[in-house]
C-alpha cells in the first residue's frame, strides 16, 4: 500500500511501501505528482542494481552524463558516483570527493543552458553519524520576498539563480546587480521552507533543481563509508 506524507512544512513528501521495480503507471504518475507538489521525494527501502535505478530515474526524464567525468561509472557514464575512492593511494582524504556538494546551497547545472531539472541519489551505504543532505523550497523564498523585491523581478517570476555560479543579472548596473544577488541571497532560505534528510541505506531522493536548492552536509566520519548512485534527468525532447 503506498503511503505519502509530508516531510518539511513546505518541502519535501516521502513515498512508502512502494518498490519502484514493479511500479506500474498509475503508482509512478502519483510519485510524479507529489515530487512535483513537494520539490523532494523519498523513496525508502530499495533493493536496486543500476539497471533498476537507471529504469526508474528514465521515467522522471532523460537520464545524461554528468559534465565532471573523474566521478563517473567506470561502465556506466550515466550514473555518477559519490564517496568513491575518497583516499587517494597516499591515503590522504580527498576533499573535493568528501565534501562534493557541501561547499554551500545551490542547484545542479546551473551553469548549463539547459539546466537538470532533477538530481536522484540512491543511497548504497551511510555513515553511523552525519551526512545528511539539506533541502530548501526556491518557492517558500520567492513567497517571503518583500513587494519591492518581487517587483524587480516581475517577468521572471521564479527565484532561480545558483549564488557560487551567477555572475551579474542582465540589465542591471554591476553595483546594482551585486546588491540584489546579495539579497537575495540572504534570502534564499526559509526556516520554514527547508527539508533536511537523514540518509537510510536504499534511500532514493529526487530533488527538483528547478524549484528548489540543497547542500551536502558534508560533516560525517571520513573513515566510514557514504556511497550514492547518482543520476542527472533533463526533460525528454
Ligand atoms: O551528497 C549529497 O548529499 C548531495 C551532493 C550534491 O550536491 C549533488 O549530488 O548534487
Ligand atoms: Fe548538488
Known sequence: MMQVRRLGPQIGVEISGVDVRTLDDAGFAQIYRAWLDHN???????????????????????????PSKMTRHPERPEITLLGVNKFGADGALDLAIYRRGAEGWHTDGAYDEEPFKATQLYALAVPSRGGDTHFASMYAAYAALPP??????????????????????????????????????????????????RWRKGDIVIWDNRCS???????????????????SIKERT
Do not use: C, N
Open 40 to 66: 523532494v521525494a523519498v523513496v525508502p527501502d530499495q533493493t536496486l542494481e543500476i539497471d533498476d535505478f537507471l529504469a526508474y530515474s528514465r521515467r522522471f526524464g532523460q537520464v545524461v552524463p554528468h
Open 148 to 197: 519591492r523585491v518581487k517587483e524587480r523581478l516581475e517577468g521572471r517570476k521564479g527565484l532561480y539563480f545558483d549564488p557560487g555560479k551567477i555572475l551579474y543579472i542582465d540589465g542591471l548596473e554591476p553595483p546594482e546587480s551585486d546588491a540584489l544577488i546579495d539579497e537575495l541571497t540572504e534570502r534564499m532560505i526559509q526556516p520554514d521552507g527547508e527539508y533536511r534528510h
Open 213 to 231: 536548492y540543497h547542500k551536502a552536509a558534508g560533516d560525517y566520519p571520513p573513515e566510514e563509508d557514504r556511497i550514492h548512485w547518482r543520476v
